[in-house]
C-alpha cells in the first residue's frame, strides 16, 4: 500500500493507494506534521504526491467537501471495507448536507446500539465522501471526532449547520424521535 501525501491549496491531504483502489482518505490538514500523526495507524511512510491526475482531482473532490461545496461523490475506485462498516458507510449517504442525525438515528438503521454505531464511525475510511461529520449526539452536543470537535464544528457550520455554543439546533435533525 502506497501512503501518500497531497498538498492543494496550503492544505495536506493523505490518501492510501492499494491496488489501484483509494483505501482511505484525510480530511484536509493544516500541516504536514498533522497528517503525519493522522496517519500513523495505516503504517509505512508517506510519500509526497505530485504527478497523477486521478489522486490530484480526487484530493481536490476532499478539498471541496471540506469547504461545503457540492461535488459528485460517487467514487467507482474505492477499496470498500465490507461487513457493518459498508452498511454504516452506506447509510451515511442519506444523511444530506445541512443536516445532522443522532447515534441513535444511525444506529437503529444498521440494527446497533448507539455506542457501536459511533464506534464505526471512527472507523470510516472517507471521511467528507461518507458524512461521518453529520452524526451528533441526540441532544444536539456534537460528539467526538476523530480530527477533533472544532473541525467537526466548522464542517458543519460550513454545510450551513448552525449551533447554539457545541450544541446543534434542533431542525438541523433529520429524525427528531432517535
Do not use: Q
Not at 467514487?75 to 447515534?103: D, F, M, Q, T
Not at 457501536?116 to 452524526?135: D, E, I, Q
Not at 470537535?149 to 449551533?163: C, D, H, N, P, S
Amino acid at each position: 500500500m502506497k501512503k501518500l501525501a497531497v498538498k492543494v491549496n496550503g492544505l495536506w491531504i493523505g490518501i492510501g493507494l492499494e491496488e489501484g483502489h483509494i483505501s482511505w482518505n484525510t480530511i484536509p490538514l493544516r500541516s504536514l506534521h498533522s497528517l503525519i500523526r493522522h496517519t500513523l495507524k495505516y503504517g509505512g511512510e508517506l510519500e509526497l504526491h505530485t504527478n497523477n491526475d486521478y489522486i490530484k482531482r480526487y484530493a481536490l473532490k476532499i478539498l471541496n467537501l471540506y469547504y461545503g461545496v457540492n461535488v459528485e461523490t460517487k467514487e467507482e475506485n474505492l477499496l470498500i471495507p465490507g461487513g457493518i462498516l459498508e452498511e454504516n458507510l452506506e447509510v451515511l449517504k442519506r444523511i444530506p448536507k445541512g443536516r445532522v442525525a443522532s447515534y441513535g438515528w444511525l444506529g437503529s438503521n444498521i440494527e446497533v446500539n448507539p455506542r457501536l454505531a459511533g464506534k464505526l464511525l471512527g472507523k470510516n475510511p472517507f471521511p467528507l465522501l461518507y458524512p461521518c461529520h453529520r452524526v451528533v449526539r441526540k441532544d444536539g452536543s456534537i460528539g467526538g471526532y476523530s480530527y477533533g470537535i472544532k473541525a467537526k464544528k466548522e464542517i458543519l457550520e460550513r454545510e450551513g449547520v448552525r449551533f447554539k455554543g457545541l450544541k446543534v439546533y434542533r431542525e438541523y435533525f433529520i429524525n427528531l424521535n432517535l
